[in-house]
């Protein structure tokens, strides 16, 4: 039997946007609200309310054949999903929701109509409600519970003797043996909820803390720690936390400057230890730059997963996966997060016929945000007086250095996949083109991430800002992958990391083939 489970993700955000049949588009527009086997699940169950009123009034056999139509769009709803391709969580919880829904509903107007035994309600509830709050206590503890061969099994059992039971009424040369057959159906509902419901609490109630059991999927813990990170405060402080939530101590590789030594000792280590290993960044967006790249060329990438722990001052890939950093955030993450894959972003430059590839996680920058990072990296530190070093005064000199650095900002000449254009800048959020300025990330759709200040604002509020205050404009959004010549040269940044761009370079932005795997609470 295919229970029709779905994945982590929902089955339209592992297809890109243009590749996505009807019915993922119209999922994805939505939120996953409306789906082929959604509609299925409300047709049932408004057969099955109508069956109800039938049977209230004494109608059995009209009552009987409603719902038994309705119960056959709600078994019909897995295969459905499976079909169209739009299995999700969301789904899932509404498909387990009407189910519930139905029976104690159905329980309610049987009891009230007088047709069943009062032995047999009360066993139907009890078992009902004891999965119910197995269920709920799950949720409660973020425990994922899926609805499992034995609980589908019991779920057709007691439909199929309440169906019985209330044919019985409906034909009364025929009672006997119906009843007969009523009672065998309901033995079974007893014992295949009593197994169902039992299998639930265990999960439900199964010791442990939750940060343990998202550990416990983990063999080896390490921390690739930039003790040197531009806010090496922090990062002393998330590690010191992380290290009290985890079972055992974790290993520690240092970031070095030369990053094909770190590259090495990632890659030694992971050779060496087997099982999955989970790697926290303990640095800002550079330092989760080599990681990710040092993981690409692994040939154990499959058995490790990626935390950033909010170490730097840029964090784009930690808020991009959870968010903005608060105290015990990390706790929170390691409770209720899960692991996703995402592509990263594959940067191929081409200059004198030769070639280098990098990868970025988050994104890729060429022109102003670039031109503005490596300008704040320039600057000078600032004298440790206690006027320029309180929390108002760094953010000013902050604020000033950025807005600054865009004002000297040049604006450069390239080729767009053949177009030639006048670009401010050009940005590239796994897979598309837009403005990233003063903003934290936000997911967009399966292949692209945009940064805005709220969820609720518009996306290029930051962009328009930035066009007000520089007279520049920026490149246009896209999603596809980008060939990019530079007839000058320019900057770039990729998840952090700053380099120059020589005269006549070519660079192709593009979607990774492979994935890397990541802790988090929002995609």
Same mark, same amino acid.
């Given at each position: 039997?295919?229970?029709?489970?779905?994945?982590?993700?929902?089955?339209?955000?592992?297809?890109?946007?243009?590749? /996505?049949?009807?019915?993922?588009?119209?999922?994805?527009?939505?939120?996953?609200?409306?789906?082929?086997?959604?509609?299925?699940?409300?047709?049932?169950?408004?057969?099955?309310?109508? =069956?109800?009123?039938?049977?209230?009034?004494?109608?059995?056999?009209?009552?009987?054949?409603?719902?038994?139509?309705? /119960?056959?769009?709600?078994?019909?709803?897995?295969?459905?999903?499976?079909?169209?391709?739009?299995?999700?969580?969301?789904?899932?919880?509404?498909?387990?929701?009407? &189910?519930?829904?139905?029976?104690?509903?159905?329980?309610?107007? +049987?009891?009230?109509?007088?047709?069943?035994?009062?032995?047999?309600?009360?066993?139907?509830?009890?078992?009902?409600?004891?999965?119910?709050?197995?269920?709920?206590?799950?949720?409660?503890?973020?425990? @994922?519970?899926?609805?499992?061969?034995?609980?589908?099994?019991?779920?057709?059992?007691?439909?199929?003797?309440?169906?019985?039971?209330?044919?019985?009424?409906?034909? &009364?040369?025929?009672?006997?043996?119906?009843?007969?057959?009523?009672?065998?159906?309901?033995?079974?509902?007893? +014992?295949?909820?009593?197994?169902?419901?039992?299998?639930?609490?265990?999960?439900?109630?199964?010791?442990?803390?939750?940060?343990?059991?998202?550990?416990?999927?983990?063999?080896?813990?390490?921390?690739?720690?930039?003790?040197?990170? %531009?806010?090496?405060?922090?990062?002393?402080?998330?590690?010191?936390?992380?290290?009290?939530?985890?079972?055992?101590?974790?290993?520690?590789?240092?970031?070095?400057?030369? /990053?094909?030594?770190?590259?090495?000792?990632?890659?030694?280590?992971?050779?060496?230890?087997?099982?999955?290993?989970?790697?926290?960044?303990?640095?800002? &967006?550079?330092?989760?730059?080599?990681?990710?790249?040092?993981?690409?060329?692994?040939?154990?990438?499959?058995?490790?997963?990626?935390?950033?722990?909010?170490?730097?001052?840029?964090?784009?890939?930690?808020?991009?996966?959870?968010?903005?950093?608060?105290?015990?955030?990390?706790?929170?993450?390691?409770?209720?997060?899960? +692991?996703?894959?995402?592509?990263?972003?594959?940067?191929?430059?081409?200059?004198?016929?030769?070639?280098?590839?990098?990868?970025?996680?988050?994104?890729?920058?060429?022109?102003?945000?670039?031109?503005?990072?490596?300008?704040?990296?320039?600057?000078?530190?600032?004298?440790?007086?206690?006027?320029? %070093?309180?929390?108002?005064?760094?953010?000013?000199?902050? +604020?000033? =250095?950025?807005?600054?650095?865009?004002?000297?900002?040049?604006?450069?000449?390239?080729?767009?996949?053949?177009?030639?254009?006048?670009?401010?800048?050009?940005?590239?959020?796994?897979?598309?083109?837009?403005?990233?300025?003063?903003?934290?990330?936000?997911?967009?759709? &399966?292949?692209?991430?945009?940064?805005?200040?709220?969820?609720?604002?518009?996306?290029?509020?930051?962009?328009?800002?930035?066009?007000?205050?520089?007279?520049?404009?920026?490149?246009?959004?896209?999603? @596809?992958?980008?060939?990019?010549?530079?007839?000058?040269?320019?900057?770039?940044?990729?998840?952090?990391?700053?380099?120059?761009?020589?005269?006549? %370079?070519?660079?192709?932005?593009?979607?990774?083939?492979?994935?890397?795997?990541?802790?988090?609470?929002?995609?």
């Amino acid at each position: 039997m295919n229970l029709h489970t779905p994945g982590e993700q929902a089955d339209w955000d592992l297809i890109r946007p243009s590749e /996505r049949n009807g019915w993922q588009k119209l999922a994805s527009a939505t939120g996953g609200l409306v789906t082929a086997s959604n509609i299925l699940s409300a047709v049932g169950l408004i057969l099955v309310v109508f =069956g109800l009123f039938e049977i209230t009034s004494a109608n059995y056999i009209n009552g009987s054949l409603l719902i038994a139509a309705g /119960r056959a769009f709600d078994l019909l709803d897995g295969y459905v999903a499976e079909i169209t391709k739009t299995k999700s969580s969301l789904g899932e919880m509404i498909d387990a929701t009407v &189910d519930k829904f139905e029976i104690f509903a159905a329980l309610a107007a +049987i009891a009230i109509a007088g047709i069943l035994p009062p032995l047999v309600i009360a066993v139907m509830i009890f078992i009902s409600a004891w999965a119910s709050v197995a269920a709920l206590v799950a949720r409660i503890r973020s425990i @994922e519970i899926h609805p499992s061969l034995i609980g589908k099994q019991a779920t057709a059992a007691i439909w199929l003797s309440i169906i019985l039971f209330l044919f019985t009424n409906a034909f &009364d040369e025929l009672s006997g043996l119906i009843s007969v057959l009523a009672y065998t159906s309901f033995a079974l509902f007893a +014992i295949l909820g009593y197994l169902s419901a039992a299998q639930y609490s265990k999960e439900a109630f199964r010791s442990g803390s939750p940060v343990s059991r998202l550990v416990k999927g983990f063999d080896n813990f390490l921390i690739v720690l930039n003790s040197k990170s %531009s806010n090496a405060r922090r990062t002393s402080e998330r590690m010191d936390s992380l290290k009290e939530l985890l079972p055992t101590t974790p290993d520690i590789i240092h970031a070095y400057r030369n /990053r094909e030594k770190l590259h090495n000792e990632i890659h030694k280590y992971l050779a060496n230890k087997p099982g999955k290993t989970l790697i926290f960044v303990g640095g800002g &967006d550079g330092t989760v730059h080599e990681v990710v790249n040092a993981l690409m060329e692994s040939e154990k990438l499959n058995s490790a997963a990626v935390l950033p722990t909010w170490s730097g001052n840029a964090n784009d890939f930690a808020y991009m996966l959870n968010g903005i950093s608060y105290r015990r955030k990390l706790a929170k993450v390691l409770k209720e997060g899960r +692991i996703v894959k995402i592509k990263p972003l594959k940067i191929s430059t081409t200059h004198k016929n030769k070639t280098s590839v990098r990868y970025a996680a988050c994104y890729a920058s060429f022109g102003a945000t670039a031109f503005a990072a490596h300008q704040l990296g320039k600057r000078l530190p600032v004298k440790k007086n206690w006027l320029f %070093s309180t929390p108002a005064a760094l953010i000013l000199q902050e +604020i000033w =250095g950025v807005t600054d650095a865009f004002r000297k900002a040049p604006v450069f000449s390239a080729e767009i996949n053949g177009e030639k254009i006048t670009i401010f800048e050009e940005s590239f959020m796994n897979g598309s083109r837009i403005a990233k300025i003063f903003t934290v990330p936000l997911k967009l759709t &399966d292949n692209a991430y945009y940064h805005a200040h709220q969820p609720d604002k518009h996306p290029f509020l930051s962009r328009r800002v930035i066009q007000a205050l520089t007279g520049r404009k920026f490149g246009n959004v896209i999603s @596809e992958p980008t060939s990019l010549t530079f007839n000058e040269p320019a900057i770039s940044q990729f998840d952090g990391e700053v380099s120059s761009i020589e005269k006549n %370079s070519k660079i192709t932005v593009s979607l990774a083939s492979r994935s890397i795997q990541a802790v988090s609470i929002k995609l």
